[in-house]
C-alpha cells in the first residue's frame, strides 16, 4: 500500500473517532442535557471502542489477508456514523437522566463507529510490516500518526466545525466520507457499479438523518419555539427539550411560570422602587428583563448569556428589545464588566432541569456577585432540585457563608421534599420580610412560603458548603421529576 495513503487512512479514522465523540454529546443533549455524568459515559465508550477497535484490528489482521480488510472496516464505520443520529432520535425520548441511560445510549450511537474506525490502525500497520527490523517504528510512526489525527479532529470540531455547521450535517458528511473511502478500496471492476448504487443508497440514509429534533442548534442547546395553542401571542421556549422560558409577545407583564412570579413578587416587595439596574445570569427566552423594562420605566437591564445564538433567536422570535444590553460571555468572565456596586437585582437563571454549570455555584462565584450588589441589593436565585434536595441544601449553605440574610421560597410540598421542581433563593445584606412577599403571593393566588433563620439553618443542616475546589453538582442533583 501506497505510504501517504496508508498515513492518511490512520490519521482520517483516528480524527473520525474524535470528531464523534465531540459531536456525541451535541446528538444527546436534547435528550439528557450537558452534564458532566454525560460527558463522562460519552468519553468511557468512546474509549471502550477505540480499546475493542485497536484489538479486534489486529486481531482479525493476523488471521485474514489485512488488504481485504480496509474496505469492510471502513465501510461499516461510515455505516454506523451515519446510522447514529438515527439511533439516539429512536432511543432519546425513552431516555431518562441517569448513568445506565446515558451509557446505554452512548453504547448504542457510538461505540460501533469508534471500534470499526479504530480498527483500521492495526490492519495498516500490518500491511506496512515488511520487515521485523522495522517494527518498532512502523508501530510508533502509525501510533503518532493517528494521535496526531485525533488531536486535529479534536480541535476541528470543538474551534471550527461546531461553530460554523449544525451537528448532523457534520455527522452525515463524515459518514459519507468513510463510505465512500470504503468502497473506493473494496471495489473491482466488475463491482464498481454496484458499489455506487450502494454509496446513492447511503447519501439517502444521510438525508433522512440530516433532520432532528432542533427547530435551532445553538453552540450550547437543541433549541425550539412553540406557540402557546391556548394563547396566540404565547412562545415557549423549550433547551434540550425542557421548557426553558416562555414569552407573551403582546404582554411583557404575563408570567406564564410560576417561579418567575415568585422572583417578580420578590422584586417588587424588596426592591427599592422606581427604576431599577438588573443584572440577570442568563438570558433564555429573557422573561425577566422584558418583565423589568415593562414594569419599571427607566431601569438598565443587563443580560449575561453565553449562548449567542439565544439572542438571535430572541429578537427573531420572542420579542427581544435592542435596549437590553446583553453581553456574550460566560458569567464568571463577563461579571468583571459590571461595575461593582452597582446592581440592584442580581437573577440568577442560568439552570435548566437537565443542565448545571456547577462554576456558577460555587463560593467564589457568590463572592463575585455580592461584589457588584449594591449596598441593600438583592440576588435571587432560581435553584431546581427534587428528592433528597442535596443540591438546594448546599447551595443554600453555600450562600449562607456569603450573604448576611438568606430566604428559600417554594411551594410547603416542596420543602418536605414530596414534590420538586424550582425554588427562589433570596440573598442580601438586609433580612427579606417574607410577610410582605407572602402577601404578595397570596393576593395573585400563589401557595410559596418563605423560610429564613433558623428555619433555613435547620433545613440546611449538615449540607457542605460548594466550592471552586469541590462542586459535584451532577451528582447531588435530584432528576426525579425531569
Request: glycine share 10%.
Amino acid at each position: 500500500m501506497n505510504r501517504i495513503l496508508a498515513r492518511s487512512l490512520v490519521f482520517l479514522t483516528s480524527a473520525g473517532v474524535l470528531v464523534i465523540e465531540i459531536l456525541a454529546a451535541r446528538l444527546l443533549a436534547p435528550y439528557l442535557g450537558v452534564s458532566l455524568e454525560v460527558f463522562t459515559g460519552i468519553i468511557g465508550v468512546i474509549l471502550a471502542g477505540i480499546s475493542i477497535g485497536a484489538w479486534l484490528g489486529g486481531r482479525l489482521a493476523d488471521r485474514s489477508s489485512p488488504r481485504t480488510l480496509l474496505g469492510p472496516l471502513l465501510i461499516g464505520g461510515g455505516l454506523t456514523t451515519l446510522a447514529s443520529p438515527l439511533i439516539i432520535d429512536t432511543v432519546g425520548p425513552a431516555l431518562s437522566i441517569g448513568a445506565f441511560d446515558i451509557v446505554f445510549a452512548s453504547v448504542a450511537g457510538f461505540f460501533a463507529p469508534a471500534a470499526l474506525l479504530t480498527a483500521v490502525n492495526p490492519v495498516v500497520v500490518k500491511i506496512q510490516l515488511d520487515s521485523l527490523e522495522r517494527t518498532g517504528r512502523v508501530v510508533g510512526s502509525y501510533s503518532a500518526i493517528g494521535t496526531a489525527g485525533a488531536i486535529v479532529g479534536t480541535f476541528a470540531t470543538g474551534f471550527v466545525l461546531i461553530a460554523a455547521f449544525p451537528t448532523r450535517p457534520i455527522v452525515v458528511a463524515l459518514g459519507v466520507v468513510f463510505t465512500v473511502l470504503g468502497v473506493a478500496l473494496s471495489a473491482t471492476r466488475r463491482t464498481w457499479a454496484s458499489m455506487w448504487l450502494v454509496v446513492a443508497g447511503l447519501l439517502s440514509l444521510g438525508l433522512w438523518a440530516w433532520d432532528g429534533p432542533c427547530q435551532f442548534e445553538t453552540t450550547y442547546h437543541c433549541a425550539v419555539v412553540e406557540v402557546d395553542p391556548e394563547r396566540p401571542e404565547g412562545r415557549v421556549l423549550l433547551l434540550d427539550r425542557l421548557r426553558n422560558s416562555y414569552v407573551d409577545l403582546a404582554d411583557p407583564t404575563h408570567l406564564e411560570f410560576r417561579y418567575v412570579r415568585l422572583i417578580a413578587d420578590v422584586i417588587a416587595t424588596a426592591a427599592e422602587p422606581g427604576p431599577l439596574h438588573v443584572v440577570s445570569i442568563g438570558g433564555g427566552g429573557f422573561t425577566v428583563p422584558r418583565y423589568i423594562e415593562h414594569t419599571r420605566p427607566g431601569s438598565r437591564n443587563t443580560v449575561l448569556e453565553i449562548d449567542a445564538e439565544l439572542i438571535d433567536i430572541g429578537h427573531e422570535r420572542l420579542d427581544l428589545s435592542d435596549t437590553i444590553d446583553v453581553v456574550v460571555d460566560d458569567a464568571r468572565i463577563s461579571l468583571n464588566r459590571v461595575a461593582k456596586g452597582s446592581a440592584d437585582v442580581v437573577v440568577g437563571d442560568a439552570y435548566s432541569g437537565a443542565s448545571v454549570p456547577w462554576h456558577l455555584t460555587t463560593l467564589e462565584y457568590n463572592r463575585q456577585i455580592e461584589a457588584v450588589l449594591t449596598g441593600d441589593g438583592l440576588y435571587i436565585m432560581n435553584v431546581i432540585d427534587y428528592g433528597e434536595l442535596a443540591f438546594l441544601r448546599a447551595e443554600t449553605a453555600t450562600l449562607i457563608e456569603v450573604y448576611d440574610e438568606v430566604a428559600l421560597f417554594a411551594p410547603p410540598e416542596y420543602l418536605t421534599g414530596e414534590s420538586g421542581g424550582n425554588f427562589i433563593l433570596v440573598s442580601s445584606r438586609d433580612p427579606v420580610d417574607l410577610a410582605a412577599v407572602e402577601s404578595r403571593i397570596r393576593g395573585r393566588g400563589g401557595t410559596e412560603i418563605g423560610i429564613s433563620g433558623e428555619r433555613l439553618d435547620r433545613f440546611v443542616s449538615g449540607a457542605p458548603v460548594l466550592t471552586d475546589d469541590y462542586a459535584p453538582v451532577d451528582q447531588m442533583l435530584g432528576r426525579a421529576g425531569l
